[in-house]
Every structure is written in C-alpha cells, then in structure tokens.
C-alpha cells in the first residue's frame, strides 16, 4: 500500500507540473508567427496565425487558423492585449480557431470592445459580420451561448466587425494607443474574398501577402519597392507541373513579387509538406527573380524589428 501511495502522489505531482515556459518573442517589436502550416494535417505545424508584439504585448493577431489556438497559449498571448484581430480570409486554415481564441478571451477581464477586420463576403462565402454572425447570433449561432461577443453583454467584450471590399484601395485601420496601423490590400485567391496585410508601426512595415495567385498584381504595384522589414509569402505548392493552381502562387512567382517588393527579409510560411519535400527545387525557382534574404519559418518563430 505505501508503494502505491507514492505511485498515486508521484503521478498527481506530475500533472500539476509547471508547463513549458513560453516561447518569449521579446523586444519593443516584432512579429511572432504562431501557425506556419497549411489545412493539412501533417506535422507539427499549425494553420496560419501569427502575432505583432508591441512592447510585449499582443497588439494585433493575423488570421487564427487550426491549430492557433494552442501556439497562442503557449506564446503567452493576452487576450487584454489585443487592438485588433485581422483575418486574410475565411478558409478553415485561416479561421478556424477564431472562435477557441474568443472563448479563451471571455475568461479575461476584458471588457473594451474588438475590432475584427476581414474581407466583405460574396456568394461564396461571408464576409466577416455574416462569419461572426454565423458563429455567435443568439437564435441561429453555432456558439450561440456566447452571443454575448455580438452586443457586449453577459461580460464579453462586443466584437466590431470593420469589413473590406473585395475592390479597389481600403482605408487603413488605425490605433491611436500603439500607433499601429494596418492597411488591406484585396488580392487574388481564386473565388475567395482575400486581403494581404500591411501593418507599420514605429517606422517598421510587415507585409502580409496572405493566400494569394500570381494574378494580383495590384499588390504587387501597390508595394513595389516599398522595401518592407518583413515580406511573409505562402509556401504551398511546388514548382513543376501537374501541381494545383489558381489559389496560390508557384515558387517562381513568389520570386518575382519578392524581387519587386525587395523586402529585407523573405519569409516563407504556410509551409505545406508537398512544398517542403522538394523545397531545394522551390528555392531554385524563387532564386531566379528574387537574391535577397530568405528564411523557412516554423510554429513560433520570432522575428524582432
Ligand atoms: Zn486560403
């Protein structure tokens, strides 16, 4: 029996250990990414997400896909912290924890409102007040017992959704608190309403290209040689043939957008496995157009600015 006593407190001492301390981003800026996968469920990658930290705190989460929700705890994100949640678009690798990061959030103490940016809908998908009306409405939502998150009640912070057109030049999204600003640039994505992100703060920029073709050529223009600290590109297919098309952009045509936005450092996520297994390939392509600086990043890299 005592041996068993002990089996039974050694164990019980194990559960209540301490977790890993968090993946610390540190510095005045910079950008955590948390998911760097695609949908596929294939290695320890989750779907795209990733932070902007401002003097330690998570000023702005772009996209929340699979999977974020538990690269969010462990890099000690606070949901407090937050001035925006901004969302590329609504594939399930872009949005589907959304809602795991909200209901983690009504635990907080937060009570100032949130505003969510995302693309305008169309007949194939909801913009952004029809997602969040879809998730929370307190008749039809499919979390309908957080309908709080829609009209600020039952200790939820309301959620504010500021919805981008599909078209044309958007007006950016400005906070007065951290000086951040975020500007959507609409970019091809086959049916899907999709935006990229521009955020600069403090004289820093980070473009987020988000899933995009090699047919927007507006956010190519638009950010010609702006020279960002971060140009954040999707590593999703090969090059070669008989590979998928028409959703993202082929190695070489990540190439040549980096070598017309000239970045200080290409970073490649949204890294699926069938691009990953004949990267050496990609890298040739990409390095036909584009010879500055490039890295691979992984669940939690920190890149400070
Ligand atoms: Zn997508």
């Given amino acids: 029996m005592p041996r068993l006593a002990i089996g039974l407190a050694t164990s019980i001492w194990a559960l209540a250990a301490p977790l890993p301390a968090h993946a610390a981003c540190e510095g005045p800026l910079a950008v955590q990414i948390l998911g760097s996968g695609g949908p596929i469920a294939e290695g320890p990658r989750a779907g795209s997400s990733a932070i902007i930290w401002i003097d330690g705190k998570a000023a702005a989460v772009i996209d929340t896909g699979s999977g974020a929700f538990v690269r969010y705890g462990q890099a000690g994100a606070r949901f407090e912290d937050h001035r925006v949640i901004?969302?590329?678009?609504?594939?399930?690798?872009?949005?589907?924890?959304?809602?795991?990061?909200?209901?983690?959030?009504?635990?907080?103490?937060?009570?100032?409102?949130?505003?969510?940016?995302?693309?305008?809908?169309?007949?194939?998908?909801?913009?952004?007040?029809?997602?969040?009306?879809?998730?929370?409405?307190?008749?039809?939502?499919?979390?309908?017992?957080?309908?709080?998150?829609?009209?600020?009640?039952?200790?939820?912070?309301?959620?504010?959704?500021?919805?981008?057109?599909?078209?044309?030049?958007?007006?950016?999204?400005?906070?007065?608190?951290?000086?951040?600003?975020?500007?959507?640039?609409?970019?091809?994505?086959?049916?899907?309403?999709?935006?990229?992100?521009?955020?600069?703060?403090?004289?820093?920029?980070?473009?987020?290209?988000?899933?995009?073709?090699?047919?927007?050529?507006?956010?190519?223009?638009?950010?010609?040689?702006?020279?960002?600290?971060?140009?954040?590109?999707?590593?999703?297919?090969?090059?070669?043939?008989?590979?998928p098309r028409g959703l993202h952009r082929p190695p070489s045509s990540i190439g040549e957008m980096a070598a017309a936005i000239n970045p200080r450092l290409l970073v490649l996520s949204h890294n699926m496995q069938r691009a990953l297994v004949r990267q050496s390939e990609g890298e040739a392509a990409i390095r036909q157009a584009y010879q500055g600086p490039m890295t691979i990043a992984d669940d939690l890299s920190c890149y400070a600015l």
Avoid: C, W
């Avoid at 039809?140 to 039952?154: E, N, V």
């Avoid at 500021?162 to 975020?182: K, N, Q, S, Y």
């Avoid at 920029?205 to 899933?211: C, T």
């Avoid at 999707?234 to 043939?241: A, D, R, S, W, Y």
């Fill in 86 to 243: 901004a969302l590329t678009h609504f594939h399930a690798d872009h949005a589907a924890d959304l809602a795991a990061i909200l209901n983690s959030g009504s635990f907080s103490d937060r009570s100032e409102k949130l505003p969510i940016l995302g693309p305008q809908g169309n007949a194939h998908f909801p913009g952004v007040g029809a997602h969040l009306r879809a998730l929370f409405d307190p008749e039809t939502g499919a979390f309908r017992y957080l309908s709080g998150f829609l009209d600020g009640t039952t200790g939820k912070p309301m959620l504010v959704p500021v919805e981008i057109p599909a078209e044309g030049p958007a007006a950016p999204f400005a906070d007065a608190l951290t000086g951040l600003t975020i500007t959507p640039v609409p970019v091809q994505h086959g049916v899907v309403p999709a935006l990229a992100y521009v955020i600069e703060i403090r004289g820093k920029m980070v473009v987020f290209a988000g899933d995009q073709n090699e047919f927007s050529e507006d956010f190519v223009a638009i950010l010609s040689r702006r020279r960002p600290d971060l140009l954040i590109a999707h590593n999703v297919i090969p090059q070669g043939e008989g590979q």
